[in-house]
């Protein structure tokens, strides 16, 4: 199986501000959807929560909720302790991705695994901003789109960046791309 993280983020790597996105991109919605439909998806606690209930758990998905509580409820969600026990709870799902949605210390804990991330750098300054994406380590190759415009009139950018380390190729990543 391999691991994606998929995320969106702003100028300065700004992700969120007072537990919520930013902005409203709906074509980067719709990519993300579009990856994840079908896999399982690994999120943090918070990222569980900020979703709307109405979207709990993501349809079409298995949704792991990555949380240190032994107590925590997440209906319809399998909740895992580790990131091990996410990594088993996804592979026995027999997908041939899984994918870290968040939030941004997920997105740390599992960059070191992941074969590769997908990012929409959006133009946009976040006055405020007090989650951030994490920094991709040096050699991970990108791969992006053409500059797009979003409806909303964002400016964005979709980008794989390849793990130096993964065996995928080039292709997969331009299969992804908007």
Same mark, same amino acid.
């Given at each position: ?23 409203? *991109?709906? =074509?980067?919605?719709?990519? %993300? ?5 079908? &896999? ?5 606690? @918070?990222?569980?929560? @900020?979703?709307? =209930?109405?979207?709990?758990? *993501? ?5 792991? !909720?990555?949380?240190?509580? =032994? ?6 969600? *399998? ?17 041939? %991705? ?11 804990? %599992? ?6 991330? !997908? !990012? ?5 300054? !976040?006055?405020?901003?007090?989650? %951030? ?9 990108? *791969? ?24 995928? &190729? ?9």
């Amino acid at each position: 199986m391999r691991i994606g993280a998929i995320w969106a983020q702003a100028n300065d790597r700004a992700m969120g501000k007072d537990g919520t996105i930013p902005w409203y *991109l709906p =074509e980067d919605m719709r990519l %993300f959807r579009q990856i994840t439909t079908g &896999s399982p998806v690994i999120m943090g606690r @918070s990222t569980w929560e @900020s979703l709307p =209930e109405r979207m709990r758990p *993501l349809p079409n998905r298995t949704n792991i !909720v990555l949380t240190r509580a =032994e107590d925590y409820d997440a209906p319809g969600a *399998l909740l895992a302790h580790s990131i091990d026990e996410a990594l088993a709870a996804a592979a026995y799902c027999e997908a041939d %991705f899984c994918w870290v949605i968040g939030g941004a210390q997920i997105y740390q804990a %599992f960059l070191d695994t992941c074969d590769l991330a !997908v !990012v929409t750098h959006i133009d946009l300054e !976040v006055s405020g901003a007090d989650t %951030f994406a994490p920094v991709l380590p040096t050699g991970w190759q990108p *791969l992006c789109s053409d500059t797009l415009t979003s409806e909303k009139g964002l400016t964005y950018q979709v980008c794989g960046y390849l793990n130096p380390c993964s065996s995928l &190729s080039e292709d997969h990543i331009r299969q992804l791309l908007p």
